[in-house]
């Protein structure tokens, strides 16, 4: 499905009833495009270029402030991360994971012999 920004709140013959899916901070609104036998208007494309241009820009400068670079630096950051994850195999992962499980079960048997061991002390030591 095709998505327009409108600038206007209100909603002409063709997006009626389809309802708004998003609202960029300058108050446009993205709605669905529905086609008309009308054709298109140039001024309206252009002014929905100039919407997505404006919007691109928004995001441009989001991620910039964010500290990521802007959308480049996003992008690079994900190529990163998925060249650093492609360097652990998934049974290194289950590996860890098994070591991990085995270790818990460990200190928490020991821990629960601690228990034990601390209550039978308090019956012999002070059995009031």
Do not use: C, H
């Not at 095709?2 to 960029?24: I, K, Q, R, V």
């Not at 400068?61 to 959308?71: F, I």
């Not at 070591?99 to 200190?107: F, G, M």
């Not at 821990?111 to 002070?126: F, T, Y």
């Amino acid at each position: 499905m095709w998505y327009y920004f409108s600038s206007s709140m209100e909603l002409d013959e063709t997006t009626a009833g389809s309802g708004t899916t998003a609202a960029p901070q300058d108050g446009a609104t993205l709605v669905p495009y529905a086609p008309t036998t009308k054709g298109f208007d140039m001024d309206d494309v252009l002014r929905q270029a100039e919407a997505l241009l404006r919007f691109s820009g928004e995001v441009e400068n989001r991620m910039t402030e964010s500290g990521l670079g802007g959308v480049n630096g996003v992008i690079e950051r994900y190529l990163q991360l998925r060249q650093a994850l492609d360097r652990l195999s998934q049974r290194e992962l289950d590996w860890a994971k098994g070591e991990v499980d085995r270790l818990i079960a460990t200190l928490t048997t020991v821990s629960e012999q601690l228990e034990q061991l601390r209550a039978i002390k308090l019956a012999i030591v002070d059995p009031n």
